[in-house]
Nanobody, 117 residues
């Protein structure tokens, strides 16, 4: 089992920045990829950014150049630095951990990001 706890959401004006954190605990050695997803009201869940255990990253086109995903292995924490935020970035952001050996997904509860215009 893997437990994920997000933090760092809140209200910010357009053009501002926020940093989300996702602290992992439990059987973290089995985690292959850490991901940030978001879901806005009335919209489907969207993969925002991903980082593998080897440090490779991938981003949705809508956030490229504005968001950065990183990990601190010593703290078992993944971050999502969000700059130049836009109102359309408003969503609940959820941390996800994928365990490839077992084909399992783990989810955090989510943190709300609201960007005002």
């Amino acid at each position: 089992q893997v437990q994920l706890v997000e933090s760092g959401g809140g209200l910010v004006q357009a053009g501002g920045s926020l940093r989300l954190s996702c602290a992992a605990s439990g059987s973290i050695a089995s985690i292959s990829t850490m991901n940030w997803y978001r879901q806005a009201p009335g919209k489907q869940r969207e993969l925002v950014a991903a980082i593998t255990s080897g440090g490779s990253t991938n981003y949705a086109d809508s956030v490229k150049g504005r968001f950065t995903i990183s990990r601190d292995n010593a703290k078992n924490t993944v971050y999502l630095q969000m700059n130049s935020l836009k109102p359309e970035d408003t969503a609940v952001y959820r941390c996800n951990a994928y365990s490839e050996p077992y084909g399992l997904n783990y989810w955090g509860e989510g943190t709300l990001v609201t960007v005002s215009s």
